[in-house]
């Protein structure tokens, strides 16, 4: 049994990782431009369609789509912030949010039209492969996508940390009127706030390729997943998104062993609300 | 927006399509001239599926169906005049019940649909209140037939009858392959057709002996990213086989994982669900998708009827191989036949006489395996039989019954190491 | 009685009498679609109405108000599955359920200073919280579903709320009248004001004396009471029940669109919003299938862009440009 919980720990954690990285996207974008993004499914989803045409077309394997589909990602959220979401910074919540969600309607109904209602996915040649230590089972893709994630994660830090920009990025989230005191461009960095989270999101959903199918109809059940993650690990926070990613994917595995595995998320929202409720800043959040 | 300014212009606009519309399936048949009544009326089926949503991928097979079943009917021989109205409900239950409206206001003479056991109960209650008789081609909970309802006929399984066929041929396939595993595991998918089934196997399983114990019944969320741990906790029981209830994306990613764990039970059954005989679980899974079984209603390869149905669907649709589509469009075109047929015999389009029409149904030529389609007095056709399916080189072939077979069964499966390239 | 009608201009009285007039008569004019129609809108004007306490007027945002949808429905229909309860005491269950629930959410919430959207993730975590619960609830049904059984479909029996779409427009009809007195009389009240001054600025309200906590928990367990007849009469009108349905996420979404694109914070918004797209929905699904395309998923692109439109250029919603438009404002 304790093979069991061994097994299921570690696969959940290492899924958990690349959730992290999703929820990193969600992260900066409501950490710098206080957008509440509920579009972040849907373009998730978009991005592995992506990437499934790139390996169609290209036999690109997902981890090497990554790159191009970050990068178009970028340029799709810069325009949209600059375009669509910049005039409603400074609108009340209810506002953003009906915005995204005709986004959402939008962006998931065109993938249903382009793409058919079927599950696609891209079959790698070592998709089924698998490490034995003992007991211990873990699958290649698993372990890949975890590393990579934890690669894209350790280059966002490091953007934000030792950068000009991305300190400038930070500068604009922790005093916004301060930033255009003296002289950001504060559109254009919260354009390329918004592009940087929309990269993490397209690596993401690469990733997420290598282990799930992606269906049209997905987008809002992964917007959900990354709200919750954010939130517990705390707002703002890029390792908080990152270590709750982790927790949220263990804790679902481990709850799916000990308990009916139909209501594991139960165990997800529990521990939303738990944290909401004790810590609302989150886990290495600061007081909202 | 006043309700009466907007009645009128709806009005207006049906009207417009009727004239414009008498269309497309009506010109099919009225192909043969010579037996065509003077005042050959056209019977205009309703036909609700959900085309978007969640459902999506079924409700478009179905569609598919639905679209050369007038040719069908007319190769059969049926002398009347079809016209489909079609309405997507977007996989909404809510949508079912306003567009099963929109259908009959718009002169719908009889319901076809939903491939949706909650949908099905809410047009259902519309179809008794109007007298339009509803064909249910796909929904199996057996609550709607439970009813009492005057005007609701499915010709497909209730749940307990799906299950009650796959068990019975389980074990007809442990005595035609002289193999008698030991030990079973259920895992099933928690939404409305996952229960239906549980709640059949947990009624049938103890006097279907089948001579292995049920070791543990598994649930997983519909809607589940990854099947890791559900399938862990599966393979930790130690189970001779795996019985499953699935949809199509589950189905894929349970079969995945159970490479990746490297379980290797004596095989994978399925007692009555989609999923594993999907055309996206073979392009997905390749090799690995062979000698999985599956018991459910099919076609009988041997009739006519599937023959015209196969080489219709193979005109209209030739990217899209008939093989994927078999249950779905099969038991539509069914329905649609069934209409047809009700039609012929009422001469009349009104709802009492179709429906009178419709008890006395009696059809012989038909496409999916069974007795004759027939339905008793609450509406429910109890003819259908399955057939044992397996998984052989990239598609769902009949292994059971023996005089339908098109292979003979393999089971034991082969582990998957041992599967050539 | 003059309370709810103070301040009205004439016209606006006017309009409202007409209105009121022909939704009365409509049931006689329009086919049985349209009707169908009809009752959507009017359940929407109503969940919505609900709704709107909460956020238009106290500036709560809850993105889960399905959690009291289902939670009404399935508390009145198990009463009557289960015990034999007519609708109408089990909508007394019901409403007890709910505001319980309501309380419990808010009492949370607002303890522990949880605003803004902290407060709407943790209703909607809340709400998918109860329907994973549900669907391992087999006595009632689990996933697999609640049925009432369905019978006597000749005759209306308002008592129990058995009959034909027109018996449920009409009562729907009702409580949507019921609801917009009510909303009327509870803006005009203090319990009004003091909801506008936490909405506008909390820090301001508490400054002033006003009992934020309190007046915030009214605001959420009113709103949650009220949505709670939406769920009675969602079991008894569609006479199945599914957890993945009912307390989906996007019945949420739905729900708040009709206030926020007719007007939030008003009266008439939420009216006008269900008015607006129920039939822009279906509106749309003619238009397609009138131009010959059947392609599944064109109809909720272009309803997506309609919404998106609404949101960019009318950022208050269609009610207060409409309302100017035909100068049926309040005076002030």
């Not at chain 2, 019975?168 to 998918?189: G, I, R």
């Not at chain 2, 009624?203 to 070791?215: F, I, Q, S, T, V």
């Not at chain 2, 609450?378 to 077979?405: E, F, H, M, T, Y």
């Amino acid at each position: 049994m304790s093979d069991l919980y061994l097994n299921a720990a570690v696969g959940g954690a290492l899924t958990g990782l690349v959730y992290g990285l999703m929820a990193l996207g969600l992260s900066v974008i409501f950490g710098v431009v206080r957008v509440v993004n509920f579009a972040h499914g849907e373009m998730m989803t978009g991005a592995m369609y992506g990437a499934i045409l790139l390996a169609q077309a290209f036999k690109l394997d997902p981890l090497v789509a990554m790159a191009p589909i970050a990068i178009g990602m970028f340029l799709l959220g810069y325009g949209l912030q600059r375009g669509l979401v910049n005039s409603f910074v400074q609108r009340p919540e209810h506002t953003q949010f009906m915005l995204m969600v005709a986004v959402a309607i939008i962006l998931t109904n065109s993938q249903l039209i382009a793409f058919g209602p079927n599950a696609r996915n891209v079959q790698v040649d070592y998709a089924l492969d698998s490490y034995q230590f003992g007991a211990l089972i873990i699958d290649k893709v698993r372990i890949f996508a975890a590393i990579a994630a934890l690669a894209v994660s350790g280059a966002l830090f490091a953007f934000f940390r030792f950068t000009l920009t991305g300190r400038a990025i930070r500068a604009c989230a922790d005093n916004y009127l301060g930033a255009q005191v003296v002289g950001l461009n504060v559109k254009h960095l919260y354009g390329l706030t918004f592009g940087i989270g929309a990269a993490c999101l397209g690596a993401a959903g690469c990733l997420l390729l290598l282990l799930l199918d992606v269906t049209p109809l997905q987008g809002p059940s992964y917007t959900l997943l990354a709200f919750i993650i954010v939130i517990v690990g705390g707002m703002g926070s890029l390792t908080g998104a990152l270590l709750s990613g982790l927790l949220v994917g263990v804790s679902e595995a481990l709850a799916g062993v000990a308990f009916d595995p139909s209501a594991k998320s139960m165990f997800t929202f529990a521990l939303l609300i738990l944290v909401l409720l004790f810590r609302p800043q989150g886990l290495l959040g600061r007081r909202p | 927006m006043m309700p009466s300014k907007d009645a009128a212009r709806g009005a207006k606009r049906r009207d417009f399509l009727k004239t414009a519309g008498a269309v497309t399936l009506g010109a099919a048949t009225l192909g043969a001239p010579a037996i065509v009544r003077a005042q050959a009326k056209t019977l205009n089926i309703g036909l609700l599926l959900p085309k978007s949503g969640t459902l999506a991928f079924l409700g478009q097979s179905c569609q598919k169906g639905a679209d050369i079943a007038a040719e069908v009917c007319a190769q059969l021989g049926y002398k009347v005049n079809i016209k489909l109205m079609s309405a997507d409900f977007e996989s909404n239950v809510d949508l079912s019940r306003a567009r099963a409206e929109k259908l009959i206001s718009e002169g719908a003479h009889m319901l076809v649909g939903p491939f949706d056991s909650g949908a099905a109960g809410a047009i259902a209650q519309v179809a008794e209140q109007k007298g339009v008789p509803f064909v249910i081609n796909i929904a199996a909970a057996p609550q709607i037939t439970e009813q009492g309802y005057k005007f609701v006929f499915r010709n497909f399984f209730t749940a307990g009858q799906l299950v009650g066929n796959g068990l019975k041929l389980m074990k007809e396939l442990f005595v035609a392959t002289k193999t008698q595993p030991k030990s079973a595991v259920y895992m099933h998918v928690n939404d409305t057709f996952g229960m239906a089934n549980k709640g059949a196997i947990d009624k049938l399983y103890p006097g279907a002996n089948l001579g292995m114990e049920l070791k543990a019944s598994i649930a997983y969320d519909p809607a589940a990213r990854d099947l890791s741990v559900e399938v862990a906790k599966a393979k930790a029981t130690g189970a001779d086989v795996l019985m499953v209830t699935t949809r199509i994306n589950d189905a894929i990613l349970l079969v995945r994982e159970m490479v990746k764990q490297r379980w290797e039970p004596m095989g994978i059954i399925n007692p009555g669900s989609p999923g594993l005989y999907e055309q996206q679980f073979f392009a997905t899974l390749g090799k690995y998708s062979d000698y999985c079984i599956t018991n459910v209603a099919w076609s009988d390869p041997k009739s006519a009827v599937t023959d015209m149905a196969k080489a219709a669907w193979a005109k209209k649709f030739p990217k899209d191989p008939w093989e994927g589509n078999i249950l779905n469009a099969g038991f539509t075109i069914e329905a649609i036949m069934i209409c047809a047929d009700a039609f012929q015999r009422a001469g009349s389009t009104d709802g009492k006489a179709l429906a009178d029409a419709l008890r006395k149904t009696k059809i012989e030529k038909k496409i999916m395996l069974g007795g004759p389609i027939e339905f008793d007095a609450k509406g429910q056709n109890n003819n259908i039989i399955s057939a044992c399916l397996q998984n052989r080189s990239g598609w769902a072939r009949v292994v059971l019954p023996s005089d339908k077979a098109e292979r003979p069964p393999i089971f034991p499966m082969p582990g998957w190491g041992n599967r050539g390239a | 009685m003059n309370m709810l009608f103070d301040g009205l201009p004439r016209r606006a009285l006017v309009a409202l009498g007409l209105f009121l007039a022909v939704l009365l008569v409509a049931p006689w004019l329009v086919n049985a679609y349209i009707l169908s129609l009809l009752v959507v809108v009017l359940y929407f004007a109503y969940a919505g109405q609900a709704w709107n306490v909460m956020m238009g007027f106290a500036g709560q945002l809850s993105l889960g108000h399905s959690l009291y949808v289902g939670l009404g429905a399935y508390a009145a229909a198990m009463m009557f599955t289960k015990f034999g309860v007519n609708p109408w005491v089990g909508l007394l269950v019901a409403v007890a359920t709910t505001t319980a629930m309501g309380a419990i959410i808010g009492f949370l919430a607002f303890r522990f200073g949880i605003g803004g959207v902290y407060f709407a993730i943790l209703t909607i975590a809340f709400s998918e919280f109860v329907r994973v619960g549900f669907d391992h609830w087999p006595w009632l049904g689990g996933s697999g579903g609640l049925f009432l059984p369905v019978a006597n479909l000749s005759s209306n029996d308002l008592l129990n709320l058995r009959g034909a779409p027109i018996m449920f427009y009409y009562v729907m009809l009702a409580m949507c009248v019921a609801a917009l007195g009510f909303c009327r009389w509870l803006l005009g009240s203090r319990l009004g004001y003091y909801w506008q001054a936490i909405r506008e600025n909390e820090d301001a309200a508490a400054a002033l004396g006003i009992p934020v906590f309190r007046y915030k928990m009214i605001a959420v367990m009113l709103s949650s009471a009220m949505t709670a007849f939406a769920g009675v009469f969602y079991a008894f009108y569609y006479n199945n029940l599914f957890p993945e349905q009912i307390f989906s996420m996007g019945r949420s979404i739905e729900i708040i669109l009709g206030p926020i694109i007719g007007g939030l914070g008003t009266l008439i918004g939420p009216i006008v919003g269900a008015f607006v797209l129920t039939p822009l929905a279906d509106g749309l699904s003619e238009l397609l299938q009138w131009a010959g395309i059947d392609v599944p998923g064109v109809k909720q692109v272009f309803y997506g862009i309609c919404l998106l439109l609404v949101v960019v250029f009318l950022p208050n919603g269609i009610w207060p440009m409409l309302a100017r438009r035909l100068g049926l404002e309040r005076e002030h």
